[in-house]
């Protein structure tokens, strides 16, 4: 099997780079590889099917790695340009409360992969599903990709074929291995935007919680960043999607990461010893066991009169000492846990780390083997959660099947 430019991953950043090579490139044969026997399936999945493409609030601040997303995504068109514009797809801003996010206005995933399959079809790109590529080589000023069954020589390539989140979609970091072989250098590779592991002995009593608060990463005393948003607390992980937008810290604070979670990020310290002076002065004699109730969801409130106050819940609440109250108070404002890990790469939604911003140049072309372009999840860098990791997908999938498809125009001259 030949073709001209083969696209190995047919994820966001595959369909779009395949789309820039065939618009700027009519001539040429694009042929996009895919592992699993349809293509878009993490797209579908994308936002809880809803597929969260964007964000309005783009910025340095919500990128995370050696590469500058930023940098890539300012040269690129935004979302309404791209999907509004040139692929017809009506988009809203909004929705569940996600502040910036711009969504498809069907509400559906499906109508973004719909329209990337269609406008493929009308320029004349090929999909290639059910092949799994096992070895890449340089050959005769282009390049062999290997799988069981299939021999694909190609004059260009394009790697997209992600990192190793959720590899129940087919990113798996096979190809990240492979790349890797071939001299690639990689940044540290853990999981990003995903549940942070902490001590279960710590979360007894509280899996199944959610509460609204506020949450830092810590290394020491040092405040890394402080996000808000509903934590979720399970049976070995905090999670919630301010959590997730910590967990990129992993790959560098490794054994020295801390949470540090504020449950009542909207009452001063003052104000809560206030507030909890009036509820001792009126529930005198009843038990400790309800000294937060109408704080807190039950299995929260208990928790944190059992960890601040190691006595029998039965105590009278009149019996409370300063010192407790104080040991209550510092829980509610500054609940801590040690960070002992990520969760599995089935639990992420990408990942952190990935082939080093020294192995590409401006165009997203490889720096090791001219003709070979990098783009999507594979390339080090990560976004929070909102958007900004599909942004990546389609900015970088451009610019790279732009940069591809023009260098095969310009040999052809």
């Known amino acids: 099997m030949t073709t001209d430019i083969a696209v190995l991953g047919g994820g966001a950043s595959g369909l779009s780079a395949a789309i820039a090579a065939k618009e700027v490139c009519r001539s040429a044969h694009v042929t996009i590889i895919e592992k699993l026997p349809r293509v878009g399936k993490k797209i579908i999945a994308s936002g809880n099917g809803k597929c969260n493409l964007s964000n309005l609030n783009l910025s340095e601040y919500n990128y995370h790695g050696s590469v500058n997303a930023m940098e890539t995504i300012a040269k690129m068109p935004d979302h309404k340009s791209f999907f509004t514009d040139y692929l017809g797809v009506l988009c809203v801003n909004g929705s569940e409360g996600r502040e910036g996010g711009v969504y498809p206005r069907s509400n559906s995933s499906t109508t973004i992969l719909n329209a ?211 040991a209550l108070i510092a829980n509610i404002k500054t609940l801590t846990f040690e960070v002992t890990g990520c969760s599995p790469w089935q639990n992420a939604q990408s990942t952190m780390g990935g082939i080093h911003a020294s192995c590409v140049d401006k165009n997203l072309q490889s720096k090791l083997h001219k003709g070979l372009y990098l783009c999507g999840e594979i390339l080090d860098t990560a976004g929070d959660c909102g958007g900004y990791n599909l942004q990546w997908a389609w900015s970088s999938g451009m610019l790279a099947g732009g940069s591809c498809g023009k260098s095969l125009k310009q040999e052809a001259k």
Not at 142 to 158: A, H, Q, V, Y
């Open 116 to 326: 990337m399959r269609l406008k493929l079809a009308e320029l004349g790109a090929e999909e290639f599903c059910g092949c799994e590529i096992t070895g890449i080589s340089p050959k005769n000023g282009g390049f062999e990709l290997n799988s069981k069954d299939e021999k694909i020589l190609c004059r260009r390539l394009i790697v997209a074929a992600g990192g190793y989140a959720a590899p129940s979609f087919g990113t798996d970091g096979a190809v990240m291995r492979l790349l890797k072989n071939m001299g690639y250098k990689t940044s540290k590779i853990c999981p990003a935007a995903a549940p942070l592991r902490v001590n279960t002995n710590d979360l007894k009593g509280l899996k199944g919680v959610r509460v609204k608060g506020e949450i830092s990463a810590l290394s020491g005393e040092k405040i890394l960043r402080t996000e808000k948003g509903e934590l979720q607390f399970n049976e070995n992980n905090i999670s919630g999607i301010c959590v997730f937008n910590l967990a990129y810290l992993f790959a560098d604070y490794e054994g020295c990461l801390k949470l540090q979670a504020d449950l009542l990020p909207d009452i001063s310290a003052n104000e809560l010893t206030n507030y909890l002076g009036k509820i001792i002065k009126s529930r005198t004699d009843m038990p400790l066991e309800e000294l937060l109730t109408g704080i807190f969801v039950k299995n929260l409130a208990v928790y944190l009169v059992k960890k601040s106050i190691p006595r029998p819940l039965t105590d009278k609440i009149s019996t409370l000492s300063n010192r407790e109250k104080s």
